[in-house]
């Protein structure tokens, strides 16, 4: 195997030559000289060490992807929306010539430490809470993302407009007759993505009227089996006639529950999910759902932390991405 060495040697050029070509610094070697020596290393199928590259370029050539409060018996792919965005999230780094480094903690305060220990070039946090995001971003030294948390003007974040999402789920099931609608979702508490989708249900069933019907149903998360267990207690419920949900998954745990007890989607009852996953169009009913762009999301979160590791001058911007209803058949109108 040829190495630094055999290649200065043919080239005829200094060890230190070489490895300036290899690492991008190309200020004080000609044209031609690049081209002779990139031939040799193809020539040769060389392949530098990373570690050593990291040390020359004091880059490690990392994108660490973190996700805080995973509880330690938690998978985190087993949700299709993580999963989709961590496979967007790749695809990008990847072809953008980074590697990719994901993180599950349960504890935002083991980011740092794990950061540096890693010499990690940029970072993406998934679904940080947002008084936790205004102690990183202080702390951080590298460019960050925050995707799915609300920033202040100062933190580089996207998410989706999801008080808008919670509002068109709610009037659309309000424009089909429905007066008992439902918020199904883990606790809200008083900032974040499930607040903003209870304050656009909230919104819509003010706007119609409808306050005194209002009713927020907590559950422990936004899993198929959450859903499950919600679905077999309102089966059993008076009243109630629809649902909006925070999440795909536990509109179908939701609609399974039902269906296990007795009750028909959308016939006895109708639901709304939210992410627009591609597993609302394999179940039966297919879900109506509100589409928040999962891809783009991610897409937009990948470009802007490249963007940042490309050029420092970079402007740090919110984004919000719109969201529409796909209507498919979960819902029924009430004569």
């Known amino acids: 195997m040829a190495t630094l060495k055999d290649i200065a040697k043919e080239a005829g050029v200094s ?15 000609s044209d031609e000289t690049i ?10 199928h060389y392949v530098p060490n990373a570690t050593a590259r990291s040390l020359a370029s004091k880059q490690s050539g990392i994108i660490g992807v973190l996700v805080p409060n995973v509880g330690e018996d938690e998978n ?48 993406v946090f998934i ?42 789920g709610t009037r659309y099931l309000i424009n089909q007759g429905h007066t008992h609608i439902c918020f199904l979702a883990p606790g809200a508490g008083k900032e974040g993505v499930i607040y903003e989708r209870f304050r656009g249900y909230r919104q819509a069933m003010e706007e119609c009227g409808l306050q005194s019907s209002m009713e927020k149903r907590e559950v422990a998360s936004t ?9 077999r207690q309102l089966a059993f419920e008076q009243g109630t006639t629809a649902c909006v949900t925070t999440a795909d998954i536990l ?13 028909r989607v959308p016939e006895d009852f109708s639901i709304v999910g939210f992410d627009d996953l591609p597993e609302c169009r394999y179940t039966t009913p297919q879900l109506t759902t509100i589409n928040q762009h999962v891809a783009e999301k991610a897409e937009k979160a990948a ?33």
């Not at 060890?15 to 070697?29: A, D, E, Q």
């Not at 081209?35 to 040769?44: F, G, T």
């Not at 953008?96 to 950061?115: E, H, I, K, N, T």
């Open 15 to 29: 060890i230190v030559t070489v490895s300036n070509v290899i690492n991008g610094n190309h200020k004080k070697v």
């Open 35 to 44: 081209a002779r020596i990139q031939k040799i290393i193809h020539d040769y």
């Open 76 to 123: 985190f792919l087993q949700s299709p929306y993580n999963a989709e965005v961590l496979g967007v999230l790749e695809k990008i780094i990847r072809q953008s010539g980074y590697y990719l480094m994901v993180r599950c903690l349960s504890d935002y305060q083991q980011a740092l430490p794990l950061l540096h220990s890693w010499n990690v070039d940029g970072a």
């Open 127 to 168: 679904g940080a809470n947002t008084s936790d995001v205004e102690r990183l971003n202080q702390q951080l030294s590298i460019p960050a993302v925050f995707l799915d948390t609300y920033t202040s003007e100062q933190v580089c974040g996207v998410c989706a407009d999801d008080f808008r999402g919670g509002y068109i």
């Open 223 to 231: 899993t198929y089996e959450s859903g499950l267990a919600a679905g």
């Open 251 to 263: 509109a179908i745990g939701l609609m399974e529950g039902l269906r296990l007890s007795g009750r």
């Open 303 to 335: 470009g802007k932390l490249l963007d940042m590791l490309r050029h420092q001058d970079v402007a740090i911007q919110n984004e919000r991405i719109d969201v529409d209803l796909v209507e498919r058949q979960s819902v029924q109108r009430m004569d």
